[in-house]
């Protein structure tokens, strides 16, 4: 793909981001479009970035932490992918928020390195909705008890939810699993008023990203709308 059009797919995305988020009688800063970057190379975060694009969202440790060190100072760097514990210490103090908390354990990592460098982590739990077996992410019975528990930890706010839908031709199949993502943090602020900055939805990716507006996304992932498709391979 030629530079200019990662420019102009990124505005062109992004204007539908906001035609969506006015449509469903929001502000268009109400909802905030992450380029999903992973296993493209700087060239074209860069191009996205002269386009405006200041959220990238990555799923490799090892990608954030060769792209932070290219990219302006104020990029914004999305945790979007599965995370080992042994790998949190490596990007705590680089990313601004992590979008895959799927365990206490790993939210035990988080809370301990945040501490360690003086931060509080912003975190989302992924909540497997569709309850895919090749999915990350909690069941919607787990959930409750999983940010119960993290909300005792140091250094660690729960910020809201996340969920990557199932891979569909027709992305109004998806908007089922946006409405349960969205009633879901509706129940747990109603279930536990501390829960009260339980705000953030994480859903719609380049197939879907409208639909889930229309359903109250606040955060969409965008990789291939943006960049074009991705080669694995290389
Ligand atoms: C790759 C990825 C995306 C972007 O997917 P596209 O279909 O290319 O927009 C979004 N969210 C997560 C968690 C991803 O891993």
């Known amino acids: 793909m030629s530079k200019t059009m990662i420019k102009e797919n990124y505005l062109e995305v ?95 990592v988080i809370s301990k390195e945040a501490v360690k460098n003086n931060i509080t982590m912003p975190i989302l739990i992924e909540v497997n909705v569709a309850d895919e077996d090749t999915k990350f992410g909690v069941t919607t019975d787990e959930l409750d008890d999983l940010v119960e528990k993290i909300s005792e930890l140091p250094g660690i706010e729960v910020r809201g939810l996340m969920t990557v839908a199932p891979y569909v031709d027709d992305p109004e199949e998806n908007r089922q699993y946006f409405v349960i993502l969205r009633q879901l943090s509706v129940d747990m602020t109603n279930k536990n008023p501390h829960n009260n900055y339980v705000t953030e939805l994480s859903m719609g990716m380049t197939g879907d990203y409208e639909v889930a507006i229309s359903e109250g996304s606040t955060l969409v992932r965008v990789g291939t709308g943006i960049f074009g498709e991705r080669n694995y391979n290389i």
Request: aromatic share 6%; with cysteine; proline share 2%.
């Open 14 to 108: 992004l204007k539908k981001v906001n035609d969506a988020a006015i449509k469903s009688n929001r502000k268009q800063d109400d909802v905030t479009l992450i380029a999903v970057s992973k296993t493209k190379p700087i060239e074209a975060l860069k191009e996205a970035y002269d386009a405006g694009a200041r959220d990238f969202g990555e799923n490799k440790v090892q990608e954030i932490l060769e792209k932070y060190d290219k990219l302006p100072k104020d990029c914004r760097w999305h945790m979007i992918g599965h995370l080992q514990t042994n790998k949190v210490k490596y990007i705590i103090d680089k990313v601004c928020m992590i979008h895959s908390v799927d365990s206490l354990k790993l939210a035990e």
